[in-house]
């Protein structure tokens, strides 16, 4: 079985517990599923029969957490030296501890047999299967070393742990022992983690304040944070610090032109994709280099022959002698069947042809335009894309220097080291994790700091990056690179209009139709008009239903509640493919794709907005570029009109990012960001017809409008 197998089983086992059962053990669980189970054969699905009665330890039954002065760690020095000498830097003191001899206890605690029985059952009776005997040595283990671990950690004077990998068995008697002495548990991350890592992923409600979970997870990067965040609660029990990869790599793309496979082993049941290799081999004429797992080095052979077989020239890699990072840098494509080298490959805009969902899984949510699979190969795509590169798995000193700030609670000199100024709120956050009631107050001082702007003020900003039209494709595109936004204030002539404000009347009647019916939900031949969620939910379904569908946001005020979005509003009013055709034969795709050749215009949708004065505040849709191409369909040229407002610069990887995600990391969404540069706040004051490329990765809001005042706006939205 694959690893995001198992935890299938173990995350369908452990969503059917209720969140009112807490689940104490269930890391040690969760690594139990990963190694012992093999094999299973499904009898039923999963049901809750009550079958748990104990309550679980509260995370506020352990003492507070040490100011950290000094920290521990028990081998991996080679791994950790950088951190190691972040920690020495800020003048901690930092000491290795000795691992102790292995000691079972056969006892177990009422709680421990609740849920080692519940777990077991559920496997037994659903799934053929049973791990009691591991789960118990485990538990055996963990109650054998936890006393005398108390004592060692005791004696050694240290506030915190630092170590990767949390669950090697001989961590977990350390981690509780931890917790009972109030030192901070810090977990590195070791590799990828995916969104179905066993131990990483989807943490339940019921889960997080088990004692066996690390306190903080420090992690490569922002997608590695959002893997690990993604549909989970980890972070209502674990505080997340972006301190980058501790071994630096100082690979720059290396214009290689090598055709890379990773095989992967066969004798654990992977395939070799024959088909991806051959096609792949079959664009770029050139011989295949196989990079065998280096475990199974022994397999290269065999793929070697089969290659031949098939007619594709091949050479074997030794990756004991080149680093996988090294060889991602020499090559122009890589192919893989699952490997998470082709998330490595990111790191060097390099395309990965790929075939299991774990990869696809990626691609799904980060939209990278570099995972491909057989059917979407083509000549074009099959080149690297520098443009493209995502840090997925570097690493630099300062990177680390933020992460240890971060996580010594230094919050305020994070941001004093950019000359900002976060006035009260780097005292305030210093003792007290942020709620939205925070963030909407922070975001109301800084509308109030716009609203204080003289308008000569914001058309300066505005000219900054306003261009006559996309002709000199170059300059625009660099400034879209460094600013994330242009604006070209005459994009579109007045003669399109007509056909544009027939649309837009047509909506606002059909709309008004659909309130006073008082409905949630009207559906007919070309359109879907729904209130919320009433049937479709998620972009996804928004923007792939067929037909055009409106969508009226309710959700909390402060959300841009009362805006309504029009997904692929050309579906529904064919006078609109004008528009889509402005958009494709301008320059627009040229400018968003330099250095790479594969954007293309998708949905086309419409934002009308009438008096929606509570607008979500700063925020970035994702941490992966992602462009959009507005069109001004009513002049906006106040604020009281509620102007698309972008913070310049905001779009790449800075401090102000990294803070905005620390801060955010407890919060329902984790994009918030309402620390911004004020003098980069740009609102786009500009007349109908205006065109504004944004890359929505950068921090954004609409203005909240004035009561009475209408906006309506194009989105092109760009892969
Ligand atoms: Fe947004």
């Known amino acids: 079985m694959f690893a995001d197998e198992k935890f299938a089983v173990f995350d369908e086992i452990v969503s059917s517990v209720p969140d009112s059962y807490e689940l104490t053990y269930s890391p040690l669980i969760r690594e139990s599923f990963l190694f012992c189970l093999k094999e299973v054969n499904r009898k039923e699905v999963v049901a809750f029969k009550g079958s748990m009665t104990l309550s679980g330890v509260k995370p506020n039954s352990y003492p507070e957490k040490k100011v950290i002065k000094k920290v521990g760690y028990f081998f991996d020095e080679e791994f950790l030296k950088n951190i190691i000498k972040g920690f020495e830097s800020k003048g901690l003191e930092v000491e290795k501890l000795e691992l102790l001899p292995a000691k079972f206890k056969k006892v177990l605690s009422n709680k421990q047999k609740e849920e080692i029985d519940f777990f077991d059952s559920m496997l037994q009776e659903c799934f053929g299967t049973s791990i009691r005997s591991s789960l118990e040595e485990r538990f055996y283990l963990m109650n054998g070393m936890v006393a005398d671990y108390y004592n060692l950690l005791k004696n050694s004077g240290v506030d915190a742990l630092i170590f990767r990998v949390y669950y090697g068995l001989y961590y977990f008697p350390i981690i509780l022992a931890c917790k009972m002495l109030g030192i901070t548990v810090i977990d590195v991350q070791h590799g990828i983690n995916g969104f179905k890592h066993p131990c990483y992923s989807r943490f339940k409600k019921n889960e997080v304040g088990s004692p066996l979970l690390p306190d903080v997870f420090w992690t490569w990067s922002d997608m590695a944070t959002e893997m690990l965040i993604k549909d989970s609660h980890i972070a209502a029990g674990a505080s997340i610090v972006e301190g980058g990869n501790p071994i630096f790599s100082t690979h720059l793309h290396g214009k290689g032109k090598k055709v890379l496979y990773t095989h992967q082993p066969q004798s654990k049941g992977i395939p070799i994709p024959i088909e991806e290799i051959k096609r792949v081999a079959e664009i770029k004429k050139r011989e295949v280099v196989i990079r065998p797992h280096p475990l199974h080095v022994n397999e290269a052979k065999e793929v070697f022959d089969l290659l031949k077989k098939e007619g594709v020239k091949a050479k074997i890699e030794d990756p004991n002698k080149i680093t996988i990072n090294d060889s991602l840098s020499q090559s122009s494509v890589h192919i893989t069947y699952s490997s998470t080298c082709a998330l490595d490959a990111l790191n060097f805009g390099i395309p990965s042809v790929y075939c299991h969902d774990y990869i696809g899984d990626v691609e799904k949510e980060f939209a990278t335009g570099l995972l491909f699979k057989l059917d979407e190969i083509n000549k074009k795509n099959m080149f690297p894309s520098p443009s493209k590169r995502v840090d997925y798995s570097f690493g630099n000193a300062e990177k680390i220097g933020v992460g240890i700030k971060l996580l010594l609670n230094q919050k305020e000199e994070v941001l004093s080291g950019h000359d900002v100024n976060a006035g009260r709120w780097g005292y305030v956050l210093k003792n ?219 779009h790449k990887d800075s401090k102000y990012r990294r803070f905005n995600i620390d801060v955010s990391s407890v919060l329902p969404n984790r994009t918030e960001a309402p620390f911004v540069e004020k003098e980069k706040i740009t609102p786009v004051m500009a007349k109908k017809g205006a065109l504004v490329i944004s890359d929505q990765s950068g921090f954004h809001r609409g203005f909240p409008q004035n009561k009475g005042h209408r906006r309506a706006v194009a989105v092109m939205n760009i892969r």
């Open 432 to 650: 007290k994790k942020i709620d939205m009631t925070d963030i909407v107050e922070i975001n109301n001082e800084t509308v109030d700091y716009i609203r204080g702007l003289s308008f000569l003020d914001i058309k300066e900003r505005c000219s900054e990056i306003t261009f006559a039209n996309l002709d000199d494709v170059e300059k625009v595109s660099a400034c879209l690179d460094k600013t994330g936004i242009v604006i070209i204030p005459e994009f579109i002539t007045k003669e399109v209009f007509s056909d544009i404000e027939k649309v837009i009347n047509d909506l606002n009647e059909r709309m008004q139709c659909f309130f006073s019916s008082g409905k949630n939900l009207e559906e007919s031949e070309k359109m879907l008009i729904q209130k919320d969620v009433a049937k479709l939910s998620g972009y996804d379904q928004l923007s792939s239903y067929g037909k055009a569908v409106a969508q009226v946001r309710l959700g909390k005020v402060g959300q841009d509640r009362g805006m309504i979005d029009i997904f692929n509003v050309d579906l529904a009013y064919p006078s609109l493919k004008k528009l889509r055709k402005i958009y494709e034969d301008s320059n627009l795709l040229r400018v968003v794709s330099i250095g790479d050749t594969f954007a293309s215009c998708k949905n086309l949708n419409f934002y009308l907005n009438e008096g929606v004065t509570e607008t979500r505040g700063f925020h970035a849709d994702s941490y992966r570029p992602q462009l959009k191409a507005f069109i001004y369909l009513t002049d906006c040229i106040s604020l009281e009109d509620g102007p698309y407002t972008y913070v310049q610069e905001s």
